[in-house]
């Protein structure tokens, strides 16, 4: 009988090379979530809406809002990205600065984007989800600059900066808003967030953008673009 050509089915556990979780994932193209962390594939279960669906679409608004001011910016939605040779994740959310404006992202000539963006967003059930602990350490080594998980059952967001090569968590200020470094004018509002309020989210975007700090920043990119 003939032998059948087709690469092996993906399992999540494999422990796989990039080039061949690329060629497994590509014969599936039913597959909606798979990431590769450290050498191992992870597949995503079904998603609830609860619990990642509806937190998910709020911080994408949030993120497109943030972009609609400052254009030039990449912004993706569950894109894969080729970190190293054993690290491809599929972030649920990721902002990054263009190439020519010293931004860390590349997009290759096949479509996959290519190195560590300013910022990542991921939305975890725990702090027992691998999103605080396998995929933190493959963020950090990588240089992600700022990473952001929302800990839908916690009821908790943790946003983390890298400083001398280790994330150090940034504190909410008085009025409970936490603000990026790398993004002037990034502000989210902790307690809206948990209460999915995208008006209040939108106008703290808008609040953000109408700063001298942003309004610089958007120049620069704009020279460099």
């Not at 609609?68 to 902002?95: C, K």
């Not at 309020?197 to 704009?222: K, N, Q, S, W, Y």
Request: proline share 7%; with cysteine.
């Amino acid at each position: 009988m003939p032998t059948s050509h087709r690469p092996p089915i993906l399992h999540p556990g494999d422990n796989l090379s990039q080039a061949e979780f690329e060629r497994r994932c590509a014969a599936m193209p039913h597959l909606k979530k798979a990431e590769l962390i450290e050498g191992v594939v992870f597949m995503a279960s079904p998603v609830r809406h609860l619990q990642h669906g509806a937190p998910h679409g709020v911080l994408a608004g949030w993120l497109a809002r943030y972009r609609a001011h400052t254009p030039g910016l990449l912004f993706g939605i569950d894109a894969s990205l080729r970190l190293d040779l054993d690290n491809e994740p599929q972030p649920d959310l990721l902002l990054a600065l263009p190439k020519q404006a010293g931004g860390g992202l590349r997009l290759a000539a096949d479509g996959f984007l290519v190195g560590a963006p300013e910022l990542v967003v991921e939305i975890a059930a725990s702090s027992s989800s691998y999103d605080l602990h396998q995929k933190l350490h493959v963020y950090r080594r990588n240089g992600v600059r700022e990473y952001l998980v929302w800990r839908t059952e916690d009821a908790a967001l943790d946003w983390f900066v890298l400083v001398h090569g280790a994330y150090v968590a940034l504190r909410p200020d008085a009025a409970g808003w936490l603000r990026s470094g790398q993004f002037p004018g990034l502000w989210l509002p902790v307690a809206a967030a948990l209460q999915q309020d995208l008006a209040a989210l939108h106008g703290a975007v808008d609040l953000g953008c109408a700063t001298a700090e942003h309004r610089a920043f958007a120049v620069g990119l704009a020279v460099h673009g």
